[in-house]
């Protein structure tokens, strides 16, 4: 036994035959590295495909896709490969997703990101309203789609009904509540949060309002003789709990706002 321990460290101590152990051990390496590589770049993979044509702004249901295996070679142009990346979405406005086609990250995206997503994600007999913003009054550009606000509204009286001046008088309060955000726009009309990379300034907020609530807010907004300002205020609704119904605040502001607007049949009939 002590022959073979001695023969054995002998043999480790010569030259040649570390060199060729090494030579063997860089061999089985590269074998071994090699055969990984191949059998990496040739394994199929298992990527969602279309089972049939899906036009653009369709949203993407389990029974439009369909799975398939492809080399990976193919995984090139972001192709998505999971499932869970492609159900739930949309095709994009501006394309077609063929049937048998595979689907790209850039034909597939949230329904925020849709061009025409304002026209059917509002409850029914609600009006959109567009309001203009910048990045001051959305707070840095820190109201986002689906964020809840409110509506404050601010009245500076600047003359009096004859024209004569007096001291400015203002009224500050919450007019609305409870304002879920539909989109926010930048001055061209593009989702400002839709490429982050490009940083557009936002220049309208969406929301939906009830109607009566709407007139209202066209009232202030179209105030001469006195200066309006329409202030959205960020809220929690929605994120600690359940958010409430969009609702009038203050009784007095919209008492206001009517005295100093005509009143319509509509209003007549939604005070009496």
Do not use: C
């Not at 193919?74 to 990346?85: P, W």
């Not at 500050?172 to 009309?189: F, S």
């Not at 958010?243 to 100093?260: R, Y």
Request: net charge negative; glycine share 6%.
């Amino acid at each position: 036994m002590n022959n073979v321990i001695l023969r054995i460290k002998k043999a480790l101590t010569n030259k040649n035959t570390v060199t060729v152990v090494g030579v063997l051990l860089a061999i089985v390496v590269l074998y071994v590295g090699y055969n990984w590589r191949v059998n990496k770049a040739i394994a199929p993979v298992t990527v969602p495909y279309a089972v049939e044509t899906i036009s653009p702004g369709t949203e993407i249901t389990e029974k439009m896709i369909g799975t398939i295996e492809v080399p990976p070679s193919m995984l090139k142009g972001g192709v998505i490969q999971s499932v869970s990346q492609v159900v739930n979405k949309y095709a994009s406005s501006d394309s077609i997703i063929p049937e048998g086609s595979l689907f790209y990250s850039r034909y597939v995206v949230p329904k925020e990101r849709l061009e025409a997503a304002i026209i059917y994600d509002y409850p029914k007999d609600y009006v959109l309203y567009n309001l203009p913003v910048d990045t001051e009054t959305t707070y840095g550009n820190s109201i986002f789609p689906g964020n809840y606000i409110d509506i404050y509204l601010k009245i500076i009286n600047k003359a009096n009904a004859d024209g004569t001046v007096t001291q400015d008088k203002i009224m500050v309060g919450k007019l609305i509540e409870n304002v879920k955000v539909i989109a926010v726009k930048d001055a061209d009309g593009n989702n400002v949060f839709s490429n982050l990379d490009e940083k557009n300034s936002p220049a309208l907020v969406i929301f939906a309002i009830p109607e009566d609530l709407h007139i209202l807010l066209r009232k202030a907004s179209y105030l001469r003789t006195y200066e309006a300002t329409i202030i959205p205020v960020p809220t929690s609704e929605g994120v600690d709990g359940e958010a409430g119904e969009v609702q009038l605040s203050s009784n007095d502001i919209k008492n206001f706002i009517n005295s100093v607007t005509a009143m319509t049949d509509a209003d007549l009939a939604g005070n009496s």
